[in-house]
Each structure stands twice: as structure tokens, then as C-alpha cells.
């Protein structure tokens, strides 16, 4: 497959594209998935971190105040672009991070959808509140008022998907955006300005600049920035949490990774659970902060769940996204090496490699592609480097445990506390780990991957900032106001002792 390159437009400032004049950073974007398919030459600059910031301010002052109705048109017809181009936003999803055709159009269709749930439904979680007679002949009123300007920095894993989580409700809010993507997916993010310009927003509105490491940091920094709507890494996130110690007044929408766990106990429905661990482990090559990395199985059933699951670990179609298989590519060599080093660390703390994960290429394509891994725990080890990391790869180690407090505490140990699924008919069992189990997500008898935008998504400890996202994210993006308004008049008989009042 044969592909031109995508022309980079510049950074989108204002309502408009525009040129870098003179490059402080400069990089080619190659596909994972096949290296002779130079998706973008990129270049950015470190000043159109000040022009989209200014732009965006500037913007705030008439947004803030343009109708609610107005806005929801305004992403009504985004919606209407979206669904219009969802194939060709696809196409470069999956030349950008190598996700099968089948997966990148289930990315691109989710962008509409999350408009539509938004407007629909998200939008009441901030209705205006009044409550009578909150003090004697004065009601109170609660409103949500918008932020400012919203710095949205987005992940590779689902570059179009996460990053339009922040972006709409934060637009339908009345805030502003600056977006930057990520560096490994930069034409993904040209292609949503793409979007942005067609439906017509007001200049300033939506803003989007391209940039590096240094770039990011300028941008979560400055002074017109209100807020960071972030999703990625623990690393990155907490970096962003140093870079403004002394802006604390900045809203931080923390959503970074995971070390999931899957809990399959005795009673369990065996091939559900089994089909739905693949899912949970191996889907978008286990690049998902939601992804299953640690599955515990109750001895009981533990050879037989772990002979299937093996098997059907071993059947996975592994390929160009072209070819539409189920695994294509990680996302590049610094991911597939780590991977592969995290194999070795595993073996030398003892863990047993029933199925090893290696460097694999498809026939006639180079690219990052690796085989899934399973190793086999023989002991809990909560200093663990492998154990307690999140490798964000297709891998997963097997426990066997006797009692569910074992299998929480494993849950427990690595510090990441963001999704959890239980495979149980004993509902006792998920309603103990829905009270101990330090998780935002915790699902039952359904894998830890997936989650629904009419629900919160986020998580404790290393995995978030209880900001959670979702159909949250309209709480983060707006502020409570609380006001007090008086029916009456002045009535002396009410006046303080110790006043002379007239």
C-alpha cells in the first residue's frame, strides 16, 4: 500500500494555518506499521505558543458569552463535518499508530458521538440550581461559569478520540482551546484543525499548535493558560503537576496510566471470561491505560481458564492495519525495545514465560509489530519491578490466589488505580471489591477495556487526579458560582445590636 504524504498545514492560530517561519524543532513522522510510509514532515515553533495562547484569550472575551443554543449549533455542525470525513480521519489514525482499519473507524465515529452525548446529556450535570429560601426570604443560586482558556494535551493511543473528550466540553462550556498532540501523532491532530476550520467556529475558539517536549512545557506554563486538560503517562503527568507548583490556581485534569487488574474466580463463566481477558489484554497491541495487565485467576479454575486462554492467545492475527487483524504495531522502536527489556526483567524475578513476547514482522513490512506474552507469577512481590510497572504493551502476568483478599491486595499494590474487572455469578465478591479495590472503574463480568461516555472515566492513586473524565468532563471545565439573591427589603426591626442604622 502505497500512500503520499500528508503536507503539514502549520500550526492552527485564529481561525487560521500558519507557516513556521523559523523552526525551533523539527521531526519526521514515519508510520509504525510500515517505515517506508512517511506519513508528515512536522516543524514547530516556540513562539506560536504565545500567538495561540494570546488568540485564545482574546477569543474567551466574546465566547464566554455567546448563548449556550449558539455553541451546541456551532458542534452540531462539527458533528455534521465529522460524520462527513469519518473514513479519511480513520485512515490517518491507522497510518499514524498502525490501529486496524476496524478500530481506527470505531476511533473516528466516537468523535460525533461524543458531541451528541455532550449536548444531550453531559450538559445537565452543570444546569443552573435554585434553592428557596436558602437564608430567610433569599434564594440561592448555583451556576456554572467557564474557566478561560483550556490547554489540552493529548495522548497517541487514541489521538483524535481523547483529546476531543476535553475539547467539546470544554467548547460548549464557553472555554477556549489551545490543543497540542502528541508528537508521535501530529497529523492526527492537523486533521481535527482540518475539522475545526470546516465547521466554521469563531477564530480563536479551537487552536492548535505542534510541538515537542519543550513546546509542552511552554504551554502548560503560561500565564494565559487556565487550565490543562491532560491524558497520557504517569511520567508526563506528573511533570506537568511540577511545571505549575506556583500556578495553583490552574484547573489539572489529570487522566494518566494503569497496571488493570482482572479478577476470574471459581463460579466464573469461563469462555466469557476468557474471550474478554484477550480483549482486555491484547487490544490496540495493550496500549490502553485501561488495559488488563495483571489477570487473577482462584486456583480452582486456574488450569483450565489459563490452557484457553493460551490457545487463544496464540490465534491472534498480528499485520498492517490495511490487512485488518486484530494486534497491529506498537507505536515505535523506544516502545517495542522496552517491551522486550520487560521480558527480560520479568524472567530474571522469577516469573515464568508461558508465551514470549518478541520483535515480529509481517511479510513485507517493517515496523514495530511484536508477538502478545503471558508470564506466569509464582509469587506476589509488590517491590516487583515488572510486577508493579506499566509496560503498555500486549503482556500480562497470571496469578493463582485461594481467597479474594489476596487477589484485591494484588489489585492494590502497584500505585495505579484506574479500571478493574471481576468475573463472578457471587455478587458479594463485587460488591466487596467495589468498597476495597482502590479503582475508578470497576466493571463485572466484562473486561476492563471500553468504557461509556454517559460515565465518569478516571482513576486514583497514579492513574488520575480525581478529575474524572467522560461524562465528567463538564465539571472540570467549569466552576460553581454560588449566589445569594434577596426578595426583600429593608426591614429595620432586623438591624444588628450594638448598629445606629439609619
Sequence with gaps: MSLAPIKHLGDY?????????????????VSP????DKVVSIESSFDHVEQACSAASEAYKK??????????????KLQEVYLSNTERIAEVISRETGKPTWEALTEAKALAGKIKITIEHSIKLVSEERIENALPDTDGVVRYKSRGV???IGPFNFPVHLPNGHIIPALLTGNTVVFKPSDKTPACGQIMAEMFHEAGLPEGVFNLIQGQGEVGKRLVSHKLVDGILFTGSYDVGLKIKQETMNQHWKILALEMGGKNTTIVWDDADIEKGVYDTLIGCFLTAGQRCSCTSKLILNEAIYDQFIDKFYEAAKKIKID??????????????????KYVR??????????ESMMRG????????????????????NSFDEKSVYQKSEIFGPNVAVYKVQDIEEAIEITNASGFGLAMSVFTKDKSIYEKALVEARVGLLNWNRTTNGASSRLPFGGMGKSGNDRPSGHFAVKYCTTPIASLEDRGSFDPSKIYPGLEYP
Excluded at 492560530?13 to 513522522?29: C, L, M, R
Excluded at 520487560?342 to 516469573?351: L, S
Design 13 to 29: 492560530i485564529n481561525g487560521q494555518f500558519i507557516n513556521i517561519s523559523k523552526a525551533d524543532e523539527s521531526w519526521e513522522n
Design 342 to 351: 520487560f521480558q527480560e526483567i520479568a524472567g530474571r524475578e522469577g516469573a
Design 320 to 337: 498492517h492495519w490495511g490487512n485488518n487483524p486484530f494486534m497491529g504495531p506498537l507505536i515505535s522502536k523506544d516502545s517495542m525495545d
Design 358 to 377: 518478541k520483535p515480529l514482522s509481517p511479510s513485507g513490512y517493517g515496523g514495530f509489530y511484536v508477538t502478545p506474552s503471558i508470564n506466569l507469577v
Design 63 to 76: 465566547w464566554r458569552f455567546t448563548p449556550l443554543d449558539e455553541r451546541k449549533n456551532f458542534l452540531l
Design 33 to 36: 506499521a510500515d517505515l517506508k
Design 150 to 152: 483550556m490547554a489540552v
